[in-house]
């Protein structure tokens, strides 16, 4: 969990879950018990995989145990593909907690060692993946450099790969780091490509994921509309992921829905979708996915500057499943944290000062830069507030050599605004004109970066209008390309009955009309079949069971009709003569013309 100061507020926001893989938590139990009677191993490495990934939402020590489980079994096997994979798997369970230093370095590590074994066996694509998660875990730390060469390196690895799914990985990855270095239209642009991508090759998966990382640009330049928009259609492909998986993520979904809308202040419609979050959380009976919605409702109260219901809610039933949750998976610090956060809203500097201190040693010893950076501010907020301006400015000093660090520069600009007004009543004038400077120096940067924000948005909307565009002329292209083809069917099937009524006014053998009559008739019907298929998409929707019953009553028809014909048009091109007299007629008419003429 971090806390996010912006403006006079204090916010709190769950990073643990914005990553979880809550699709995959059905029953627990269940998986365990198809585990004890798998038989294979890539069937145990398959369950494995996903009970660790589940458990580490529900169980920490249960998801290592099983996580190692998958590391002993994978080596056993001396399989080097699913030695990659577990040690990938691990990688990922414990990057759902990257905010916490043991989990981020653990990640890392797991991940390298994926690394080490596909670049000693030359196995390119597995490569690829373990350069793609070192790359996104390092946007974690961050180091968006090494973030860079990883991604590079990777991409250079893929892009020489027959795998259309791992180049959308690759873009939707390139984009989260062009956005995280405010390359915005960069980022736009890989982002449109994972998208096209997975739409090309029909993967539900990837679109969703294309879908997501959009909202995401968008809510970044403010532009929260066309943020739900793509946050809506990526819930839209859950039916076509997995029916039965759907459900748990559609709750997840939901909460993050809500708070696009918050973050466009419309906080009606906020919390309308956090209750329906929370709702549907309570009916699939999974106790463990109502925390985010519950730390949207806490943060809800404090960004609507209601402190005393945001205090009411933390001491309630839901308040205390959440802090069960927070201290069952190691992050008591942060309970305190959001106490001392509340008293400061409220005024109670003393409960303040009591919960803030208590959550010192989890921030100081376990947690990121931004979560560090954070729980500095709101110190030195409260200190602030209570006259005690020498552990204000220091704390805040900290706050400003984090930001500068990381490239924060609204984080900057704040700490050093504050700088200035501290110094002020300290009385050290020669200090405060200094901040006053840089904080000016760093306010006109932010403007300009707004304006660049603004020039963001119109140059992201042209981009949309140009990728559509592009789209069109592709479909159109498509449509004119397959038109052709279907008149050059029609023109084949026309001239192959010509052919066949000519054969029958001509000595021709049975045999040889029999056979080019039935390949005439096969090519006519297949072809009725295909116009047919091509045009009942609109009304099956693609459904296995609607095409089906279309097919079987097409065939119904076509199939009895397609015998009666072929057997009665070929019956009378070879019966009694009838058409090789029609042909010597012809001919002699022919002939009658060419000596009239000569």
Known sequence: MRIVRSGSFLFLFLVAFTVIHAQQAAAVDSMKRVLAVTKTTEEKVYWLDILSKTLMNVNLAESDKYGQQLIEIAEESRDRKLMVTAYLSNGTRCSYFATQKEYLNRAIGYYDQALGIARQNRMDEETGKALLKLGHIHLAIPDKDKALSYINQAFSIISTLNNDSLRAEAHNHFGDLYLVRNDKILSLRHYLTG?????????????????????GFYASIGDYDRAIDHYIKAMSQLDRIDGRNGPYQRAMDLNSIGNLYSQKKNYDLA??????SLALADSLKFSTLKVPAYVSLLNQYLRMDKPAEALAFFNSAAGQNLQQFLSDFGMAGVISQAYGVIYTELGRYDSAKYYLGK????FENSTNDGSRLNYYAQLASLYNKTGEYTKAIDLYLKVKEIA???????SVEKASRQLDSLYTKTGDFRMAMQYNAIHYQYKDSIEKLNKEKELAQVEAADEQLRQQRLDREKAEAKRKRFQLQYIAITIGIASFFVALVMLGMFKVSKYTIRMIGFFTFIMFFEFIFLIFKK??????????WKDLLFMIGLAAILLPLHHWLEHRVIHYLTSHNRLTEAGQQLRMRLFRRKTGNS
């Open 195 to 215: 998208l096209r991508l997975g739409e090309e090759i029909k993967n539900a998966s990837l679109i969703r994921d294309a879908n997501i990382n959009l909202a």
């Open 535 to 544: 045009n009942i998409a609109s009304f099956t929707e693609g459904e296995p």
């Open 404 to 410: 500068e660090k990381n490239g924060q520069l609204e």
């Open 271 to 276: 919390i309308s979708h956090f209750n329906r």
């Open 359 to 362: 959550a010192a040693p989890f």
